[in-house]
């Protein structure tokens, strides 16, 4: 059972905070992925990853980027918060041209 | 520009009955299309997929139909069940690309 984990549920910071969302899974895919949910504009892809150290901007890049030195952890850093980055992120995890598996999604309020 | 798209926000169905959710998109290089199925505060679970090479693919209650002429896809659910509502997502990609989601249709089924 594919199990991917996020580091938290719910977050609060302050603008221009740098913040740190962790994605972790334990099935050895090679692709990673953080989107943004908002409503009525669906899933959006800010950045992925096929493989350690190696990543790709999505279609919403601005104001982030990602870390990715183990397979199995993917981290998206906010460099300086701003509130309208307040959003739900959420995590998946793949392998090669195959579904994708969701984390539980962390809630990110930015004040 | 949205790619895959949603065009119904939200839609009640009465439970036992068919609920039916569409999907459009403009790409017609998209080969490999899929259903997400998200409740509040989770991230979204994979419900059901579909390759171009295929009109249909029916997994117990649910079903999904590609007109891949008419670039549209359906998903539908019977009989409908009160764990049913929820948030659905269709997903488009081509082989070896990343998912491109549409903005999601709420679905809620009225006991």
């Known amino acids: 059972d594919v199990k991917v984990t996020q580091s938290s549920r719910y977050l609060v910071k302050r603008t221009g905070e740098k913040v740190f969302l962790e994605c972790v899974q334990d099935m050895d895919h090679e692709n990673m992925f953080w989107y943004r949910q908002d409503p009525g504009l669906g899933l959006r892809l800010i950045y992925f990853?096929?493989?350690?150290?190696?990543?790709e901007k999505g279609d919403i890049p601005e104001g982030y980027s990602v870390s990715r030195e183990k397979k199995e952890r993917f981290s998206l850093i906010l460099e300086s918060a701003s509130t309208n980055q307040t959003s739900m992120y959420l995590c998946?995890?793949?392998?090669?041209?195959?579904?994708?598996?969701f984390g539980p999604g962390t809630r990110l309020t930015v004040l | 520009d949205q790619q895959v798209k949603q065009n119904s926000p939200s839609l009640s169905v009465q439970e036992g009955r068919i609920s039916i959710l569409n999907c459009d998109y403009t790409?017609?290089?998209?080969?490999?299309f899929l259903w997400y199925k998200k409740y509040p505060a989770e991230g979204p679970t994979f419900l059901i997929s579909?390759?171009?090479?295929?009109d249909k693919n029916e997994d117990g209650r649910f079903t999904v139909f590609l007109n891949k002429s008419a670039k549209h896809l359906s998903l539908h659910i019977v009989p409908s069940q009160p764990g049913d509502s929820a948030v659905y997502f269709c997903?488009?990609?081509?082989?070896?690309?990343?998912?491109?989601f549409g903005t999601g249709t709420r679905l809620t089924i009225i006991p």
């Open positions: 990853s096929y493989d350690v150290k190696m990543k």
């Open positions: 579909i390759s171009s090479i295929k």
């Open positions: 998946a995890s793949s392998l090669i041209s195959d579904t994708q598996y």
């Open positions: 790409n017609s290089m998209f080969d490999y």
């Open positions: 997903a488009a990609s081509q082989i070896n690309e990343k998912l491109t």
